[in-house]
C-alpha cells in the first residue's frame, strides 16, 4: 500500500515562494504509468487540481497557475516538491499529494494535508 506525506512549512509571507515536499513509501514515483499530483482546498471552497508530475518526469500544471508554479522530483528519495512563488492570502489553503494512474484526475491515493497559511 503506497503511502504519501506531505511536509512543508505552515506559514509563508507574502511575496515569498511556497515550498512542499510530498515523500512516497510503499511504492516509487517512477513506476509506470502513476502520476503523481498537487491539489488544494481554501478554506470554504473546493479541490483544486494544482499541477503533476508523471513516471517519466513529464510536467502538467494547472494554466491559471502556471505562470508561479513548478514541480520537481528526486528519485533518490522518492520525493516530489511543489514551489509557488510570490504567494498571496489567497494561496492559503490544505495542500494535498495524491496518486493516479494514467491520468492526473481520478486519485488512487492521497496524503493527509497539511495546511499553509499566508500572512505577514
Known amino acids: 500500500q503506497v503511502q504519501l506525506q506531505e511536509s512543508g512549512p505552515g506559514l509563508v509571507k507574502p511575496s515569498q515562494t511556497l515550498s512542499l515536499t510530498c515523500t512516497v513509501s510503499g511504492g516509487s514515483i517512477t513506476t509506470n504509468y502513476y502520476y503523481w499530483s498537487w491539489i488544494r482546498q481554501p478554506p470554504g471552497k473546493g479541490l483544486e487540481w494544482m499541477g503533476a508530475i508523471t513516471y517519466s518526469g513529464s510536467t502538467y500544471l494547472s494554466p491559471s497557475l502556471k505562470s508561479r508554479t513548478s514541480i520537481s522530483r528526486d528519485t533518490s528519495k522518492n520525493q516530489f516538491t511543489l514551489q509557488v512563488s510570490s504567494v498571496t492570502p489567497e494561496d492559503t489553503a490544505v495542500y494535498f499529494c495524491?496518486?493516479?494512474?494514467?491520468?492526473?484526475?481520478?486519485?488512487?491515493?492521497w496524503g493527509q494535508g497539511t495546511q499553509v497559511t499566508v500572512s505577514s
Open positions: 495524491a496518486r493516479s494512474y494514467n491520468n492526473y484526475y481520478h486519485y488512487d491515493d
